[in-house]
């Protein structure tokens, strides 16, 4: 199966901008979606498609997609947003289209 | 709004089968896709598999050798079972909605309904 790519740890200093990428194969043919996971709390999507937000979600966060990269943007970055983030995307690899995770970035909110 | 439960025995023995089940409510199975996935402790997420409300499934190759994942649409549930589980397999156990973002050329799909997990220990 193919693999997601994410940096183990940012950091962002309150108000500032962080970017957060996730890198593979796959996403050359696929938009990744994106996870807030806060400790002992399951995953909240914050990001979908080519560049959505659910509804309740800040509109600090953005997405976007470039080649075999996708990014998430928190764009003055709050205390709340310190959580785990995840991409996660069709596996393209094998002939089985299933999903897979991105191997997760801790942020964290100075 | 949809809701997911998720819903099974918080210790299993190795060797022996995990059983879980995730109650859809607020909302009808139908029409969707429904994912399992699970995040052993202090680690990241591993998407087990998904099945379409007409039963159509698809596994991670990972575990596909020990998954099966069911539903019944008369019941609002969808279930996962994990044969031969060793210590490997404890992990808080997550069932969600696939949802689809639809343009005139491509469809993305995402998880945007979770449920709350419920954690799945392996030992004897």
């Known amino acids: 199966s193919s693999e997601l790519t994410q940096d183990p740890a940012v950091s962002v200093a309150l108000g500032q901008t962080v970017r957060i990428t996730c890198q593979g194969d796959s996403l050359r043919s696929y938009y990744a979606s994106w996870y807030q996971q806060k400790p002992g709390q399951a995953p909240v999507l914050v990001i979908y498609g080519k560049n959505n937000r659910p509804s309740g979600i800040p509109d600090r966060f953005s997405g976007s997609s470039s080649g075999n990269t996708a990014s998430l943007t928190i764009t003055g970055a709050q205390a709340e947003d310190e959580a785990d983030y995840y991409c996660n995307s069709r596996d393209s690899s094998g002939n089985h289209l299933g999903y897979v995770f991105g191997t997760g970035t801790k942020v964290t909110v100075l | 709004q949809v809701q997911l439960q998720e819903s099974g025995p918080g210790l299993v023995k190795p060797s022996e089968t995990l059983s879980l089940t995730c109650t859809v409510s607020g909302g009808s199975i139908s029409s969707y896709y429904w994912s399992w996935i699970r995040q052993p402790p202090g680690k990241g997420l591993e998407w087990i598999g998904y099945i379409y409300y007409s039963g159509s499934t698809n596994y991670n190759p990972s575990l596909k050798s020990r998954v099966t994942i069911s539903v019944d649409t008369s019941k609002n549930q969808f279930s996962l079972k994990l044969s031969s589980v060793t210590a490997a397999d404890t992990a808080v156990y997550y069932c969600?909605?696939?949802?689809?973002?639809?343009?005139?050329?491509?469809?993305?799909?995402?998880?945007?309904?979770w449920g709350k997990g419920t954690t799945v220990t392996v030992s004897s």
């Open positions: 969600a909605r696939h949802s689809l973002d639809c343009s005139s050329t491509s469809c993305y799909p995402f998880m945007d309904v």
